[in-house]
């Protein structure tokens, strides 16, 4: 390609509604367009690297035995309420001239199980992999960051049709390979974590995380083993001390005016939030409880729910609290509730310590309050949010450290879940029909785009890494008007072409800063400067930001196609995916 003929429309300035470094690299470069809130038009840089990036996934897709399908972005409203699923907030709705509903595709879980319904009635017809690469709609409440969050995206979905859970199994774990190796080759420092299956449901999923220091996602990860969570899902072991056997202080409440928080409190009290105790009162299906954590945890509603065995649990209402308590919100603790609700704490509290607690009574605390002495506990569970420096749940020396990351990448085990709610139905080799076992998997394939600009960049523009870059090589004219530098570069670019590099020959008509400027902006990888040196038959060469040799413009073509098969060796796929 050619610069004087490729539209980029390349900005100076920095967007002022794009906070994050992708966004504002993206519309600086040319690459993406703002349409709407969250909505973006790719341009033919940005569509290029776009491109790039659903290849690779396609290729790693078919490796294992992916099929390629394309369904559409209209969906009628009846299937998604044969799963429960047309009352999603995110959705877009619409009406057809006939006043039919249909909705925006999200995900296409119910029109994928519709097709194979209809075709996949025997254990013979599976395993069977079916995937798109497509648009997706979601009317995201706060559509922000670029293409990090938007509310139209591109996402590569995959769904998994089996008859047994071994099959189940092995088709997810050639997914996960395949998209270890989908990070790998786009040049993404990634991580796997265990995740909460939030409202899609199902049993084993992962996350996969891009990590660099700007995502919005906190991880907890093993300084000893591999193990690795959202910090939402990580878990934390039970404290291997058992209840004390020493003698406890006896408990009397103290006056603590107007101290509401905990702060508040350690501040009258010059304690540490660790020797207080959180009484926090939820609802669950309705019905009142009480949750204890320390003073400096936090209580993480999903493991609540899990150990009250509710489906969701919310935070009291103030009136809830007060109505429990029989004081002021602030005021909250488990001895002399003016209710009896059950209470559950979190592990950490079951050392056999005394704990500063609310007294249910305003502007006061009970000090000394123990477990088991002053307040009964209804079941100890793990219902705080891990937090770096926890013991690692899963080995013996570990303690866990923190990464940032954004989310790349989901995959679920789903079970029998939208088969059974779609009676997707197949009979096994005993003649007996069984609910299809499926599993989902998907990735975003334009917030990778975005997730490699905020791991890739630095202050002259993106470091694209060369396997999605929108070119690998930019050979620059310095003097736009000398004859013999343009003709040295056409040279190089056809030989260049030729040899199957991607190349693009700068042979704009501006000053040789703009197009130094733009290149580096633009982020193409390998750099070819063909300029005052050639009167010694010498063209620069070097990688972006780094130092540029010179070499002889005959041997130029070879010296760049070598560099360019070292770049890309670099990113290449390090095991074979399972087929
Ligand atoms: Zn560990």
Not at 526 to 535: D, E
Request: negative net charge; aromatic residues 8%.
């Amino acid at each position: 390609m050619k610069a004087s003929q490729l539209f980029f429309p390349t900005l100076r300035e920095v967007p002022k509604e794009a906070e994050l470094t992708s966004h504002q690299l993206l519309v600086r470069g040319g690459f993406v367009r703002g349409v709407a809130a969250g909505v973006y038009s790719y341009l033919p840089l940005g569509w290029r690297v776009h491109e790039k990036i659903a290849q690779i996934v396609r290729e790693e897709a078919n490796a294992f035995g992916g099929q390629e399908l394309h369904m559409p972005v209209l969906v009628p409203k009846e299937l998604l309420d044969e799963t429960g699923r047309s009352g999603v907030p995110v959705l877009f709705a619409l009406k057809d001239r006939n006043q039919r509903d249909f909705f925006l595709g999200f995900t296409h879980e119910e029109v994928v199980t519709d097709i194979v319904r209809s075709s996949v009635n025997s254990w013979k017809h599976m395993p069977l992999y079916l995937y798109q690469i497509q648009t997706k709609e979601r009317d995201e409440p706060r559509p922000r960051g670029g293409l990090i969050r938007g509310r139209e995206f591109t996402m590569f979905d995959g769904y998994s049709f089996d008859s047994n859970e071994a099959d189940l199994d092995r088709i997810y774990r050639a997914n996960y390979r395949a998209y270890e190796n989908v990070f790998r080759r786009c040049g993404l420092e990634y991580l796997a974590v265990e995740a909460d299956p939030g409202a899609i449901g199902g049993s084993e999923n992962h996350e996969f995380m891009v990590l660099t220091d700007s995502g919005e996602d906190t991880v907890l990860r093993c300084d000893s083993c591999d193990y690795a969570a959202n910090a939402e899902r990580a878990e934390v072991p039970a404290s291997s001390s058992g209840p004390c056997v020493g003698e406890l202080l006896g408990s009397y409440t103290v006056s603590t005016p107007g101290a509401h928080t905990i702060d508040e409190v350690c501040a009258l009290m010059n304690v540490g939030p660790g020797s207080l105790i959180k009484t926090i009162i939820c609802l669950a299906g309705g019905k009142p409880m009480a949750a204890l954590v320390r003073g400096d945890r936090e209580l993480n509603l999903p493991k609540f729910a899990r150990l009250v065995q509710a489906k969701q649990v919310d935070l009291a209402d103030a009136a809830t609290v007060v109505r429990v308590t029989g004081a002021p919100v602030g005021f909250a603790g488990p001895v002399g509730l003016a209710e009896a609700v059950p209470i559950y704490a979190d592990n950490e509290l079951n050392d056999g310590n005394t704990y500063i607690v609310g007294a249910n009574e305003n502007d006061a605390h009970a000090v000394n309050v123990a477990a088991g002495r002053d307040y009964a506990v209804t079941a100890w569970g793990d219902i705080r949010t891990a937090v770096a420096g926890d013991a690692c749940p899963r080995c013996a020396n570990g303690h866990l450290t923190e990464a940032r990351g954004i989310e790349v990448g989901h995959i679920f085990k789903l079970g029998t879940k939208y088969s059974s709610d779609m009676n997707a139905q197949f009979q096994n080799e005993m003649g007996q029909k069984l609910p299809i076992i499926m599993g989902c998997y998907g990735l975003g394939v334009s917030r990778t785009m975005a997730a490699a600009v905020e791991a890739h960049n630095d202050a002259n523009g993106i470091a694209w890494p060369i396997s999605i870059a929108p070119f690998e090589v930019a050979i620059i004219v310095a003097a736009s008007k000398d004859e013999t530098q343009q003709s040295a570069g056409a040279e190089l670019y056809r030989a260049l072409k030729a040899a199957g590099v991607d190349a693009l020959f700068d042979d704009r008509e501006d000053r040789t800063g703009v197009k130094f400027k733009d290149m580096e902006l633009i982020g193409v990888p390998i750099q070819v400067i063909v300029g005052k040196g050639l009167a010694e038959g010498l063209v620069e060469l070097g990688l972006r930001g780094q130092a540029r040799e010179s070499v002889p413009v005959g041997d130029a073509a070879r010296a760049v196609t070598d560099l360019v098969a070292g770049e890309r060796a670099k990113l290449a796929r390090l095991e074979q995916p399972w087929t």
